[in-house]
């Protein structure tokens, strides 16, 4: 299948590590130039460095960005990424996540700093991005949500309203910016194994009074496809709803958690 991404330039939030980090090298293997952006500046260095090495005719810039310090900080981050790689074809918003833990867990500084990174810098990233977004011949945004913006759950209450808010926005913009020729949709992982997995194992552990071992062995029982997600698994879905064959797929949002979701 011809996915139409060599030459094209992707910015990712995020990817440092985990689902970010792969999305990148997925898109590195079809030929995407990248714009990296994240807190950890020395790991997105890392992940620049292996994939110039493996790929040395890709452009791609490292850019500083903390979601946190709002349009501030991604304003002349986005500026920065555009004056490196000369364009954007596609934006793909990986950065964020959800503390774990009960409503009684959480205070009010935990809500603010984890609704800042997602959904509110999310917004303010594709805001920044769109008008160089209008000009590509094949404009896309990419959303990393997760399964609990559909189907919450009390251990990880805040998950619910982040990535709920997150495909709701998804909807709304893929009605404004469909127009100008630019899908907008949303992935949702289920469980993945990332450092939030562990987070997640730990948190189980504690509420249920077993051992991390059993909690995981329980964890993934209720997967029925027998093991949690893989970062690539995200990042291979990624890879197709940036390409040209992806053209009418917009508004949406589509799970990647092997069907451990039980709402339609």
Request: charged share 25%; proline share 4%.
């Amino acid at each position: 299948m011809e996915f139409d991404l060599k030459g094209r330039t992707a910015f990712i939030t995020g990817a440092s590590r985990g689902i970010g980090r792969s999305i990148a090298v997925a898109f590195a293997a079809h030929g995407v130039n990248l714009g990296l952006f994240g807190r950890d500046v020395e790991r997105c260095e890392k992940v620049a460095a292996d994939l110039r090495a493996q790929y040395a005719a890709l452009r791609i810039a490292v850019i500083p960005l903390d979601l946190e310090k709002g349009t501030v900080a991604i304003k002349p981050a986005v500026a920065a990424a555009v004056k490196a790689l000369g364009s954007v074809d596609i934006l793909v918003n990986c950065a964020g996540g959800a503390y774990r833990g009960r409503l009684a867990d959480i205070p009010d500084e935990l809500w603010e700093s984890y609704f800042a990174v997602k959904p509110l810098g999310l917004i303010r990233m594709t805001r920044e991005t769109m008008p160089y977004l209008k000009k590509s011949t094949q404009g896309r945004v990419i959303h990393i949500s997760g399964t609990r913006g559909r189907e919450p759950h009390g251990v990880q209450v805040m998950s619910g309203p982040i990535n709920l808010g997150t495909l709701s926005i998804t909807k709304a913009m893929a009605n404004e910016f469909g127009p100008a020729g630019i899908t907008v949709n949303a992935i949702a992982p289920g469980s993945t194994d990332t450092g939030r997995w562990t987070e997640l194992v730990k948190v189980a552990a504690r509420d249920r009074g077993i051992s991390e071992q059993e909690a995981e062995k329980q964890l993934v029982a209720d997967v029925p496809m027998g093991r949690v997600v893989k970062p690539e698994d995200v990042a291979d879905l990624a890879v197709f709803l940036a390409s040209a064959r992806a053209g009418m797929i917009t508004g949406t949002a589509i799970n990647v958690d092997g069907g451990r979701t039980r709402g339609i």
